[in-house]
């Protein structure tokens, strides 16, 4: 079976649900001074040792719901994907996507622990999760085959296959300009960073491991 | 004021099945060399730059340090800068070609900037015969996420171009990729910030063990998808101790 995506595709309509993790509140909040009232999220969830009191007040009493995840094994970030996925088969939502915002700057453990709930994700909902910061998008191709639809017009100059986690001994390509055939791809042997395009349109991907895809985004 | 012998401890580890390191007996006698990579360079710059037995940039590094450096360039000028040279400005190439520093074009698309300025590097300090104990290098640690995995990648080829360890610094994070074996990390500078991690980024690391930090792990496995422990601290004692049986990098913050 093969899987297809056209990652960009979010940046184009508007969003069913929108929550922040901990301190993604005080983001929001920082940003939209002024017109903070036309970008209440649905839910703020975490742990609460980022969000600023005034910020949780602010959204609480904005009728925003405060979602206490202490829990601390687990990410504020995979938490608030566990309280996500319980909202939309509670509202019976059709959802292609999840877009998030973040998490690919800053701290390395937390870049790293931002990737991993990338990982954990297939146990906590079966929707595609994507990932983008500044010019940066991450996601994580399960094994087996994959389409990407790269001609949005919206995608930079460089993308790569990144084998997070573990080897990725069986790796096929078309659509770059430096594609593989039934390649390792590993830390230390061969990563494919600074790849571009071969101007199709569309890239193919056959993995027999998750491998992490990346690309650049002109936002 | 960055102390040197902040990395004097840090790299004073005990390796049961290699030599150990010996590092930093007396303040600031830490022999490293410097790369600086193509991110915005921190001020820390300034402090490991004069006693860096060797500076070099890679490709666009050059144009951080030029931009930096303002007024005052000719106190910051490296030995090389090598790269494919496709990020550098003409200007600040030529600049830095005029007052001496070597420019050695390495164009290999197989490999990246980083990775082929620690072969020139190892290469200059075998001819010149330099005691070296570590390799400290700037940036590599943010912008483009292929670039920063990037970084962590020449980690792994790193033992094959060198014996010395590597660290990347970038703003507040340290990363250095821990070999199978037993490490003993010092971080009682007083210059380590709250939190640490351990990333098993290339491989799961099926026995690891570790004292000193506020979660340890014993003979457990750290793989993406199981466990990664990242947002962790230490336990006060000063010292960290990591097992591991694959390569496994250590990430932790650095208060600059």
Known sequence: MEHAITPL???LP???????????????????????????????SGDFDS?????????AIKGCEIISTPDQDHTDFTKCLE??????????????????LGGLAGRFDQIMASV?????????????????????LVYLLQPGKHKLHVDTGMEGDWCGLIPVGQPCNQVTTTGLK???????????TLVSTSNTYDGSGVVAVETDRPLLWTMAVKL
């Open 178 to 188: 430096w594609n593989l055939t039934h390649q390792t791809l590993s830390f230390g």
């Open 83 to 100: 309280v996500l996925q319980r909202k939309i088969e509670e509202k019976d939502l059709q959802v292609d996507m999840i877009v998030t």
């Open 14 to 44: 508007s969003a069913l649900l929108k929550a922040c993790a901990d301190g993604g509140a005080n983001r929001l909040y920082d940003v939209t001074e002024g017109e903070r009232e036309s970008f209440l999220p649905e839910f703020i």
């Open 116 to 136: 991993s709930t990338l990982f954990q994700a297939p146990q906590i909902t079966s929707l595609p999760i994507i990932i983008i910061q500044e010019e940066s």
């Open 51 to 59: 969000i600023r009191p005034e910020v949780r007040e602010y959204y």
């Open 9 to 11: 595709e979010p940046l």
